[in-house]
């Protein structure tokens, strides 16, 4: 389990999946960055069995928890606040090295992504998977609006 810090003060954690036996320096891979889907966490969700899947084929992957994690949070967190998160692990996986990152985000996660490359255009990404991505979020914040008020 790793912790980390954003700009703004707020604690994460995430878990760090890693081959048993390292490739060859020659052979250079991508680091992935798993991001979990609406009401997810590391543990328990596609996240946690494909970084375990990743490591085993001799890559590296980063399961992280934002400030959306949980499905309190997830109702809770706002949109613009979890590229902080993310930027964090980014950095994270810079000063391990990291310079060739493939995001993958699971429903909600992957429009997490998206947001944060948008604003940053961080240069370690080169590419992102959606896994079940999230569609008409606007109307959907409505509904979780309209949950929240009863």
Do not use: C
């Not at 946690?48 to 992280?64: D, K």
């Not at 950095?91 to 993958?104: D, E, K, N, Y």
């Not at 990404?125 to 979780?144: A, N």
């Amino acid at each position: 389990m790793l912790f980390r810090s954003t700009a703004d003060g707020i604690g994460l954690t995430g878990v760090l999946y890693a081959p048993a036996i390292a490739p060859p320096s020659l052979i250079r891979r991508p680091t992935f960055l798993l991001v979990h889907g609406f009401g997810g966490d590391i543990m328990r969700s596609a996240t946690h069995a494909l970084g375990l899947r990743l490591a085993q084929h001799g890559f590296t992957a980063l399961a992280v928890r934002t400030r959306g994690s949980g499905l309190r949070n997830t109702i809770s967190a706002r949109l613009d606040e979890i590229p902080k998160d993310l930027a964090a692990w980014s950095a994270f996986l810079g000063t391990r090295g990291a310079s060739r990152v493939i995001g993958v985000g699971q429903g909600i996660g992957g429009m997490w992504l998206s947001t944060y490359l948008s604003e940053s255009q961080d240069p370690r990404f080169r590419g992102v998977v959606y896994l079940g991505p999230t569609r008409d979020l606007p109307r959907s914040e409505e509904h979780t609006s309209e949950l929240q008020s009863h």
